[in-house]
C-alpha cells in the first residue's frame, strides 16, 4: 500500500473480515479508506449515494485494484436502529435500481440459483467434516425438499451480509451501506429475510415490507424462511470454519428458531 501513496502517508489496518482494508492519513489530516480488490462496481453505488466517495482506483503491477474512497467520520447503526425508516428506505432503492442490475449484468456476473448455492452448503459441510450431523442433515432437507418455493423468481443485486454493523450513518446523518465484497443477483428474498429475521419484529413486517413496495403474503413468507435458513446454515459454517466457535453457536441456535415459522419441517 506505502507504494500507491508514497511515504508522507501513514497505513494502517482498518480491521474487517478480509484483512485488506486500510485507514491512509497524511500530515493534512487526509484521511482515505483504502481496500484491495474491492467491489468492481463500487462506482455507481458511490455516484448513488449508498456508499462513502469514491475518490481514485489504480490498478498494480502485480493485477491487484486499490480503491481509494473518503474516510467517513460516523458510526454503525444500532440493532434497535435498523427498524428505522432510512433502512427500509435504502434496501429498496438498492433492489429497484435499473442502473446497479444493469452494471452487475454486465460485469458478467450469474444469477445466483437455489440449487447452487444449496449444492454449496452441502459441499462445504463434508468439507468441514459435518455434513451427517443432525442439525445439518436436517437443514439440508428442509432447503431440499422445499426448493420449488425459491426457484423462478425476478433476481436483483442482493447486499447477502446485511449485519448492522455493515450500515454507516455518517455525521451529516446520511445513511450507507458499505462492504459489498459478497454481493450477488439473487431473489430479493435473500436480503429481505436477513433484515427481517434479524432486526424488525414480526408485528411490524407488514408495514416495513409495505414501506419496502411489496406485500406480504405466505408466499413471501415461505421464500424468506428458505433463505434465511439457506443465510443461518452458511454463516454456521462460515464460522466454524475461522474456529469461532461461539458465533457459531448462535447462527445454530437461528436453525433450530427457524423450524418453527411457517414451513413445518
Known sequence: ME????????????GGSSGEAYLAENSDQQKL????NSSPFLAILSAEGIVPKLVWTKRLADGDVITAQKW???RVLTKPEMQQDEVVQLISKIHHSSEILHLFMRMGKKPLEPWHLLVNLHEKSKKLSISETSIVKQTVQF??????????HKKVVCHADLNHE??????????????WDNAVLADPAMDLS???YQYIPRSNWEQWLDQYGIQLNDHLLARCQWYMTAQSLSFYLWHLERGDDEEAEKWKQQLTSNQQLFIKY
Open 3 to 14: 507504494q500507491v501513496l508514497g511515504s508522507d502517508w501513514l497505513i494502517t489496518p482498518a
Open 33 to 36: 479508506f483504502l481496500k484491495r
Open 72 to 74: 467517513l467520520e460516523g
Open 143 to 152: 432447503l431440499t425438499n422445499h426448493i420449488s418455493i425459491v426457484e423462478n
Open 166 to 179: 455493515n450500515w454507516l450513518l455518517g455525521e451529516d446523518d446520511h445513511l450507507y451501506l458499505i462492504d
Open 194 to 196: 436477513m433484515l427481517l
